[in-house]
């Protein structure tokens, strides 16, 4: 009997341990799907940036051409009419202003210069008779008249020959030339970037060609074409990225500097104009040239680099720092992009700290 009390007793307390344990909930660790935690070493392989307000600017891609410098391009003409001697230079040649391009022997020369000494002779000869006329007046052979004539001839040729040494300075001409050659040179400081114009051709002064034309190469334009339905987007002072076929990993940098106020007919786009420092030589007039132009959409905006972003079914993420190598997934929205930087509308704040460098890694963990 007692073995029957003592093996209920038993059962009771087994009965009441187990009602005890299973009132108890379970002690389990749970886990935020949405957050990530890096090693130290894992750490190093990021990068941290602050979520800030900036002007937004969105981006438009433009087709271009380099080209000439137009304010620095000197278009070199002869003068006179005449046969070419010798040209002195080639295509591609750097030149110094003054110096001699090409000589051409020239009868239109010859002509000049014997205006010149015709035109000197006469004034001569009129200051001669003027000093006469003069004296014979104090001794009441001349009369007014005569002395008033003697000073009209002499002005007269006075005249003739400032309107010569006109044509000479113009024509650089000496003067003194008995050779009747005329030397054509450079205006300018600059590369020779076409010539049209060999020894043994003739040349004429009413040709409307240039025979060289010399330009400063140290700085280019880059024109850009813009559609008429991106025209309102674009404005003077509009920073812009500048790519080239023949150098797509180097980036240019510069401005808009010259909108055109009307559109090309046959292409229906405009132009725009920049100004680039070409001091290393590497741009060549006619290549060809992106312009990536960076928008300013004139408000502010909650600004992150495009870097930070990583896109997952058809959603945008970032990865927010949370302090103590913990991160957290942050679905965001945006409102738009430039060609570094991302402007988010919903789920950042100002001054919260994201992953910009390999943030997908981070996202994967």
């Known amino acids: 009997m007692l073995n029957k009390i003592f093996s209920v007793l038993v059962i009771a307390v087994l009965l009441f341990t187990a009602c005890k344990h299973t009132d108890q909930p379970v002690a389990s660790e749970t886990t935020d799907s949405n957050l990530v935690e890096l090693n130290a ?7 941290l940036d602050t979520v800030r307000i900036e002007e937004q600017r969105t981006d438009l891609m433009l087709s ?40 051409l022997k020239s009868a239109d020369v010859s002509n000049y210069e014997g205006q010149y000494a ?12 003027l000093d006469i006329a003069n004296e014979l007046y104090k001794t009441k052979v001349y009369s007014d008249k005569d002395v008033m004539q003697a000073q009209t001839d002499y002005r007269s040729a006075a005249a003739t020959l400032q309107t010569v ?9 000496s003067g003194n030339d008995t050779n009747a050659t005329y030397t054509i040179t450079s205006p300018i400081d600059g590369y020779v970037v076409s010539k049209t114009i060999n020894e043994s051709m003739n040349v004429r002064a009413d040709n409307t060609n240039p025979l060289f034309t010399i330009s400063f190469l140290k700085t280019v334009w880059v024109q850009g074409n813009v559609y008429e339905n991106d025209i309102p987007e674009i404005a003077i002072g509009d920073s812009v990225d500048i790519t080239t076929v023949a150098y797509p990993d180097k980036k240019i940098k510069g401005a808009i500097s010259k909108i055109a106020n009307m559109l090309d007919s046959s292409a229906s786009t405009m132009q725009a104009r920049i100004v680039v420092d070409n001091s290393d030589g590497r741009l060549k007039a006619g290549m060809f040239a992106t312009i990536d132009v960076h928008v300013d959409k004139h408000n502010k905006a909650t600004a992150v680099p495009k870097e930070a972003l990583v896109f997952y079914d058809n959603d945008y993420y970032v990865m927010v720092y949370k302090g103590n190598n913990k991160f957290e997934k942050r679905k965001i929205v945006l409102e738009g992009t430039s060609a570094s930087m991302a402007y988010v509308i919903k789920g950042l704040q100002p001054n919260e700290v994201v992953v910009s460098k390999n943030s997908l890694y981070v996202y994967g963990q």
Do not use: C, H, W
């Open 64 to 103: 271009g051409k380099v080209t000439f410098d137009m304010d620095y391009l000197s278009p070199v003409y002869s003068f006179v009419s005449g046969n070419v001697m010798k040209v002195n230079v080639s295509q591609g040649d750097y030149v110094k202003k003054g110096q001699v391009l090409a000589v």
């Open 41 to 47: 070493i894992q750490m190093k392989q990021i990068t």
């Open 165 to 173: 040494e006109t044509y000479l300075k113009t024509y650089r001409l």
């Open 118 to 129: 015709v035109a000197q002779g006469q004034l001569k000869t009129a200051k001669r008779n």
